[in-house]
């Protein structure tokens, strides 16, 4: 690839090298593998379910570590604009006709008032127009209310990220999913009366995340009594990809620069790799509850700390012993039991290496950042699944797929991913250093197969564009993985606009 002046200038600013681009062009052209599948994971399968006594030991040895004044960090994806949880909106702006005609455009308006950002909207519309929603639906001007909603000169709500929005009503206020996760931080992430939270966003929304986080702190430190550290990121320029012609070439725009475009939630390894903590709880932006509803979350993220803090030490443990060498061959023995029921990883031949070779090969498996995934049961949301792949080595771990990593030609295959029986909401615990207190470089264990082409278009031409290995899917591919069964409960996504009018989203 023949790279001008400007394109050095422009790869140096924003750090990244020559071998980098190269490796993205070979990606276009070789495409990823399809991942090789043993079984969708399932209870007793991969996927743990503790109940009554189990959880509360859980729990315990999670509040047990906490006293012990770890390091502990909430760390929430909140870059994404809400525009697409608006589509049926902005459609309906766009619509041949004036009045509520679809099912969804219906309910929106007929339970307008139970928005929690209806307050903001009336506002707007009596600044803009000079009357209220109420007035303005009376006269069937329903597209101003709309406008007002979604419109820069009202809310913007079409051009804000979700994080921002007026997600939940209270007595004496409306939450934005921002402050949710700022309660939810003091409920289960704190640690002797601090708690850490990182929001990753937008260099264009930054601004807006800094003035919420200022205005609510001082009311939420007293409330919870909670010393806070909020800190904000954005994805690095580094993480961009090159965009791709259709023949492989790079692409170029009309003044001949190349283009680059963000390379997907996987970009935020890297962010994540920036923190300085011991356990990280990552969990995304628009999965949040009312306070009526938090105590399920909060028990089960107690579960799932615990259920890390309890493989963790057992895998220090196990470390220790190997670097001590004092060690006997059942101990070997334990060690291999241990990565095959509990950190789910299936070795063959393991039973036929010499034991230095054994002891290399374990101290490898065992020495990596672990995490355990909250999984739910499939009721049909989309959403990664739980699987057992194959790994390079001819190892098998679990996973957690997107249907674009499945063969989907393969019969066997796509049988495992329509019956599988629990998704991945994003919901996971990571613990990030190793035995000896270091942190681990996490994108060391990032498996760069698993990125994903898509296609896309600039100026009316056509284009391939490249998403970087999934943040929970192939930049954790290499870590231990555990996987516990959590209530659907804990699950409240908002992906439109009238999801914010389920029961769960209402006070």
């Known amino acids: 690839m023949l790279l001008t002046n400007e394109d050095k200038e422009l790869l140096q600013k924003k750090g990244i090298s020559e071998a980098r681009i190269e490796a993205q062009l070979k990606d276009f052209e070789q495409g990823f593998p399809y991942l090789k599948l043993r079984a969708a994971a399932s209870v007793g399968n991969g ?29 929430v994806p909140a870059s994404g604009a ?40 009336n506002d707007a519309c009596f600044l803009n127009e000079g009357e209220g929603v109420d007035a303005l639906i009376e006269e069937g001007e329903y597209k101003a209310v709309v406008a007002n909603m979604l419109g820069e000169e009202g809310l913007n709500y079409g051009q804000l990220p979700k994080g921002l929005l007026q997600f939940h009503s209270y007595p004496d206020c409306a939450r934005t999913p921002v402050e949710e996760h700022l309660v939810e931080a003091a409920l289960y992430a704190s640690s002797q009366g601090k708690a850490a939270v990182h929001f990753t966003v937008s260099a264009e ?57 963000p390379g997907g939630h996987g970009a935020l390894i890297e962010n994540l790799n920036d923190l300085d903590g011991d356990i990280i709880f990552i969990k995304n932006i628009d999965n949040v509850v009312p306070d009526r509803l938090k105590a399920d979350t909060v028990l089960w993220k107690q579960v799932i700390a615990g259920v890390l803090v309890d493989v963790q030490k057992q895998t220090f443990d196990y470390l220790n012993l190997l670097d001590s060498g004092k060690f006997t061959h059942q101990d070997l023995e334990d060690i291999i039991r241990f990565v095959r029921h509990t950190l789910n990883t299936d070795v063959p031949g393991l039973k036929d290496l010499e034991d230095t070779e054994l002891h290399i090969f374990l101290k490898n498996k065992l020495n990596r950042p672990i995490r355990v995934c909250g999984v739910v049961k499939n009721v049909g949301e989309p959403g990664g699944g739980p699987f ?114 389920r029961e769960q989203h209402q006070e």
Not at 212 to 237: A, M
């Open 47 to 75: 996927i743990i379910a503790p109940k009554g006594e189990d959880a509360e030991r859980y729990v315990r040895l999670w509040n047990d570590y906490k006293a012990e004044g770890h390091g502990i960090i909430k760390f």
């Open 82 to 121: 809400a525009s697409r949880m608006f589509k049926n909106m902005f459609e309906f702006l766009d619509a041949d006709y004036d009045e509520p005609t679809t099912e969804f455009e219906k309910t929106f308006f007929a339970r307008i008032h139970d928005f929690a950002f209806f307050d903001a909207l």
């Open 205 to 261: 929304h930054r601004e807006l995340f800094q003035e919420l986080i200022d205005r609510v702190l001082p009311d939420f430190r007293s409330r919870y009594n909670i010393e806070y550290n909020v800190s904000l990121s954005e994805q690095k320029p580094s993480t961009d990809t090159v965009a791709a012609n259709m023949d492989n070439t790079p692409f170029r725009t009309e003044d001949g620069k190349l283009l680059f475009r």
């Open 388 to 501: 057992l792949a194959y790994n390079p080595d001819g190892s098998v771990s679990l996973q957690i797929l997107e249907s674009s990593q499945i063969d989907t030609e393969n019969p066997e295959y796509m049988q495992m991913f329509t019956q599988g029986t629990h998704f991945n909401p994003v919901d996971l615990v990571c613990a990030v250093r190793n035995y000896k207190g270091e942190k681990f470089n996490l994108p060391d264990f990032v498996d760069p197969a698993t990125g994903f082409i898509s296609y896309k278009s600039k100026g009316g031409k056509e284009l391939k564009a490249l998403e970087l290995p999934g943040l929970w899917n192939g930049a954790m591919s290499n870590w231990s993985t555990l996987m516990v069964e959590v209530p659907l409960s804990t699950f409240n996504p908002v992906k439109t606009v009238n999801d914010l009018l």
